[in-house]
């Protein structure tokens, strides 16, 4: 019998192998301060840590944010992530992720088919990648918390098939839209499902 998607997800938060806990900068091993002050990966890929100088009339601020170092763009835009939601007669194809920053037990939460950065997809065999390929409802560049992120788009794409897919593997479930909604209500969705859906309604594509 299927599992129901509290089961499912339930299931997928036991058997997250993920940990994580906050470490001193100076004892990070694979992160290293350039010549600029700024803290990156030795071959500059991902992502990098800048302070940023802002503010109005005489007032300044600084705070520390997270750059994108992506050469990809969208729309004249630099793009980070690629954010991809496959859906098939009212069926969404979403996966449950593990990283690091999210507080939810065995750090999972609900996502889209694909959330992954350029850099990944082109470096390792994501699922369900080849979906990249077939035409999009739409495309579009959205920008990321610029309290936290200087300049960061992930580009979004919304495909719908006419035949439900096999699963990849566990992490993957077909949804309806009420059985994401069971799982919103225990916070257990993450933020770019949440915008994936909210532009696909707003914009008349989904209904």
Known sequence: MTPNIIEWFTEQQTNSQLHAKVIRIQDAKTWQLDEDGTLCHPDKTYFEGVMVEYGKGSESFEN??????????????????VIL???????????????????????????????????NLRKYPIAYKELMQLKSEFVFAAPQDAGMFKGKHNEYRLVKIGEELPLHDSRFYWATLEEIAELQKKNWVGDHLTQMLGHGFLSGVLN
Request: charge should be neutral; charged fraction near 20%.
């Open 64 to 81: 520390l944010m997270i750059r994108s170092t992506s050469k990809d763009e969208t729309h004249g835009r630099q793009i980070h992530g």
């Open 85 to 119: 939601l496959v859906e098939c007669n009212g069926k969404f194809l979403v996966q449950a992720k593990a990283e690091g920053g999210n507080t939810t037990p065995g750090h999972v939460v609900l996502t889209t088919t694909i959330q992954s950065s350029h850099e």
